[in-house]
């Protein structure tokens, strides 16, 4: 038999285009926006994820406007002087060039900086620009590891500086994510900013078969295992095929037992990476990672309470506070990746069979002095005596924590008092049951003319809440019996936990109960009550105010449920696509009660309701920029929906100025739906400009528009931000029925939460 080379090595970045799979689509947007002039270009990724890869693919795949291409590794001067970076960057450009840099000696960072911005514009002849891209890969390591605390300062001044005063300049940037995520500097603003994942199923399983495919005969169910334990990673799905081809090729078959024969050797086998990552972890995290890489939660996830539990089976005096931290510092590392606010996995899976190879928890918590590092937390840092209560110290809105199960229930009995009182509201629901309208299909909807009301006086901003530590469940969403039969026929409000664990119910009418959205204090959750053509919004008390460590509406009777729910509209019209305002007293809307879908926004407690916009052009899905000072929506100005924004209205439904409204989307197709991250620098929207409705992610401006879900043949609806900002969540119908999904922001790492061939679940939105 012909001796062949094996095709896969992890040891490099990809050399041959061919074997960089997954990142077509990443490349052509690169290229795109450089030839539309953009100029400073940042991609960041976890290690080895396959960036340096990326530079090297794009210096060859270039638009034939840039002229020249410099692709300058930075990793060589990790420690060195900036100024010797400085130097050895422009004896590369003026390589470039064709000409000679002789270094002098003793220079500072200005003068080499100095010398450097000439031998770039030496590229150009006078009068003319010529444009050149510079490549740096890993730039954050012109900073790392030195001593001058300014470092990093002082290399984006310069970045900065060189994008000012050489006109022909283009960055390209790569660096390492957490890196990135704690940078501020004005240079960024300005910058195209590309995080770099995981591959997709599809992708990954490319990688595994076709470089081998002429020899190696591949069993599906072995591909899936081998992108499942390198958790589609292109560096670990290299290394577990370099493997794989050494024992496979001359056989010609390639099966299960294959992959747990070569697994059993790689976890033998030294993995420096891996050693890394524990030799760069403190003794705690150390005992949350071997914990966790025991428990194996569900779907691969494993909330904090969990990795507590466990720990305290060896020691039930182990004390929460430092897990909490630990867990958060092995997230702001890459080690571990957030999946919404309470639940972990592991960046990469075959990490966790290391781990529990290599290490035992009884000897990894010997030693550690729990006492000393159990320091008093602030009020704002502790936990609640509710087993399974949201901790999120990564938070970005300040938390009022009530301790205590007294002072809770003092609350309860508050809150309640109000709604007998008589402060609050009740209407009943009206039996009625009907299809549900998607966004899609908005035309069909006939709207009902009624005469516009009079708007009610403004009344003052109540105080903000004080907010209550909440509980799991994390998601709200709406579900029904497939085919509207059954027990469930009709949409129902339900909860659940992160990990798509532990639903129950919430709503027991005959309506079609739609569109569930968690307020921002976690206290309510709004609703859109459908009777008949007539849809009416409801507040209602979030599940942890409804009782304690679970829900106890499911042992409530359907008259007794309906008392806890106030109708804020109450209008013949009917009132669609809600979204709470970032102080939880406003709920912005769309109405037909005009004859077309205008904005309005109504107080939370039903006491006041104010019309936004009223030109008669059509707009659906209002939502509110997490400052306040923005309001993005779906609007109908020619012949599909767009996504435009517009200063938003204040806390008196004042201040929205329509007329000064920008279109963000122009492409054929309608873009629905908008939601701002929680930072407010990126919005997500669903989108049928590729023929299927996807999940598409743009920057707050309209720029940088892409498909994230990358689906075809499916239907991806209803994005939602998870409260770090790192996942989306979605419902589609890409497993045969409605189920709801989590992904990764840039699409990777796609999770079916719901999985429920009898049940349609739809409409999902995170706990903030």
């Given at each position: 038999m012909r001796e062949f080379?094996?095709?896969?090595?992890?040891?490099?970045?990809?050399?041959?285009?061919?074997?960089?799979?997954?990142r077509d689509d990443t490349l052509l947007w690169i290229g795109q926006q450089l030839a539309a002039g953009r100029?400073?270009?940042?991609?960041?990724?976890?290690?080895?994820?396959?960036?340096?890869?990326?530079?090297?693919?794009?210096?060859?795949?270039?638009?034939?406007?840039?002229?020249?291409?410099?692709?300058?590794?930075?990793?060589?001067?990790?420690?060195?002087?900036?100024?010797e970076a400085w130097n050895e960057l422009a004896k590369a450009v003026a390589s470039q060039a064709g000409g000679q840099y002789v270094p002098l000696p003793n220079q500072t960072d200005e003068d080499s900086l100095e010398r450097l911005r000439a031998q770039l514009c030496s590229l150009s002849a006078p009068g003319e620009v010529r444009p050149v891209l510079l490549i740096l890969d890993d730039v954050h390591l012109l900073w790392a590891g030195q001593q001058d605390e300014t470092a990093r300062l002082r290399v984006l001044e310069a970045l900065s500086s060189l994008l000012g005063t050489v006109?022909?300049?283009?960055?390209?940037?790569?660096?390492?994510?957490?890196?990135?995520?704690?940078?501020?500097?004005?240079?960024?603003?300005?910058?195209?900013?590309?995080?770099?994942?995981?591959?997709?199923?599809?992708?990954?399983?490319?990688?595994?078969?076709?470089?081998?495919?002429?020899?190696?005969r591949f069993d599906p169910g072995a591909v899936r295992r081998i992108a499942d334990l390198a958790s589609n990673h292109p560096y670990y799905?290299?290394?577990?095929?370099?493997?794989?081809?050494?024992?496979?090729?001359?056989?010609?078959?390639?099966?299960?037992?294959?992959?747990d024969a070569v697994l059993e050797e790689m976890l033998h086998q030294p993995e420096q990476h891996f050693k890394a990552i524990w030799e760069q972890s403190g003794a705690v995290e150390r005992a949350v990672l071997v914990a966790m890489s025991r428990i194996k939660g569900t779907h691969g996830l494993t909330t904090h309470q969990e990795v507590i539990t466990h720990l305290q089976r060896f020691d039930s005096e182990i004390?929460?506070?430092?897990?909490?931290?630990?867990?958060?510092?092995?997230?702001?590392?890459?080690?571990?990746?957030?999946?919404?606010?309470?639940?972990?996995?592991?960046?990469?899976?075959?990490?966790?069979?290391?781990?529990?190879?290599?290490?035992?928890?009884?000897?990894?918590?010997?030693?550690?002095?729990?006492?000393?590092l159990n320091v008093p937390m602030t009020v704002a840092e502790t936990p609640s005596e509710q087993p399974d209560d949201e901790i999120s110290p990564r938070s970005t809105i300040g938390h009022w924590i009530i301790a205590g199960l007294g002072t809770t229930a003092l609350l309860g009995l508050l809150l309640w008092g109000l709604i007998f009182a008589g402060i609050w509201q009740v209407d009943l629901f009206e039996s009625s049951s009907t299809p549900t309208v998607s966004p899609l299909l908005v035309d069909a909807v006939s709207?009902?003319?009624t005469p516009t009301p009079t708007p009610i006086p403004p009344t003052p901003t109540p105080t903000s809440p004080i907010i209550i530590t909440r509980t799991m469940p994390s998601i709200v969403f709406r579900a029904r019996n497939v085919g509207g039969v059954g027990d469930l026929p009709n949409w129902q409000i339900f909860v659940m936990n992160v990990d798509g664990s532990e639903r129950q119910r919430l709503t027991f009418t005959n309506n079609e109960d739609i569109t569930p959205i968690w307020s921002p204090d976690g206290r309510w959750v709004a609703y859109v009550s459908k009777r008949g053509e007539n849809r009416e919004i409801m507040v209602m008390p979030a599940p942890d105010v409804l009782g304690t460590a679970g829900i106890e509406a499911n042992r409530l009777s359907p008259e007794q449920y309906e008392t806890r729910a106030i109708n804020i509209t109450r209008h013949p019209s009917n009132d669609w696509t809600i979204a709470w305002s970032p102080?939880?007293?406003?709920?912005?809307?769309?109405?037909?009660?005009?004859?077309?879908?205008?904005?309005?926004?109504?107080?939370?407690?039903?006491t006041a309701t104010y019309p936004i916009t009223s030109d008669g052009v059509n707009r659906l899905s209002p939502v509110w920029s997490p400052d306040y000072k923005a309001m993005a929506y779906s609007a109908k100005r020619e012949n599909n929906w767009d996504i435009y924004v517009m200063p938003a209205p204040?806390?008196?439904?004042?201040?929205?100025?329509?007329?000064?409204?920008?279109?963000?989307?122009?492409?054929?197709?309608?873009?629905?739906?908008?939601?701002?991250?929680?930072?407010?620098?990126?919005?997500?929207?669903?989108s049928n400009r590729d023929g299927n409705t996807e999940i598409y992610v743009m920057n707050a401006d309209g720029s940088n528009q892409r498909n994230v879900s990358n689906f075809p043949g499916a239907a991806d609806h209803g994005p939602v931000w998870s409260p770090d900002g790192r996942q989306i969540m979605f419902y589609s119908n890409r497993a045969g029925n409605w189920d709801i999904f989590v992904m990764s922001v840039d699409g990777q790492n796609v999770v079916n939460l719901t999985n429920t061939p009898d049940v349609d679940e739809q409409e999902p939105f995170w706990r903030p």
């Open positions: 080379a094996n095709p896969y090595d992890p040891t490099r970045p990809v050399q041959d285009r061919a074997m960089l799979y997954g100029r400073l270009f940042i991609v960041y990724g976890a290690d080895l994820i396959g960036k340096s890869s990326l530079a090297l693919a794009l210096r060859s795949e270039l638009p034939t406007e840039i002229q020249h291409c410099v692709l300058f590794e930075c990793k060589p001067y990790q420690g060195c002087m900036i100024s006109p022909s300049l283009r960055l390209f940037l790569t660096m390492s994510e957490p890196t990135f995520e704690c940078l501020s500097y004005p240079l960024l603003h300005s910058a195209e900013v590309l995080h770099l994942g995981p591959l997709s199923n599809e992708d990954a399983q490319q990688l595994v078969t076709r470089p081998a495919q002429i020899l190696i799905l290299q290394r577990f095929c370099y493997a794989l081809f050494e024992r496979c090729a001359r056989d010609g078959n390639l099966n299960q037992s294959d992959v004390p929460a506070q430092p897990i909490l931290k630990a867990l958060d510092q092995l997230a702001a590392r890459g080690v571990l990746m957030r999946m919404g606010a309470v639940s972990y996995r592991f960046r990469v899976k075959l990490f966790s069979y290391w781990l529990e190879r290599h290490f035992t928890l009884e000897r990894v918590l010997d030693g550690i002095d729990w006492e000393s709207p009902v003319a102080d939880s007293t406003q709920i912005a809307f769309s109405s037909n009660r005009a004859g077309y879908w205008q904005v309005f926004v109504a107080r939370a407690d039903g204040g806390s008196d439904g004042q201040g929205a100025k329509p007329e000064q409204e920008r279109r963000l989307t122009s492409a054929e197709g309608n873009d629905l739906s908008p939601v701002y991250s929680p930072d407010g620098r990126r919005i997500a929207f669903e």
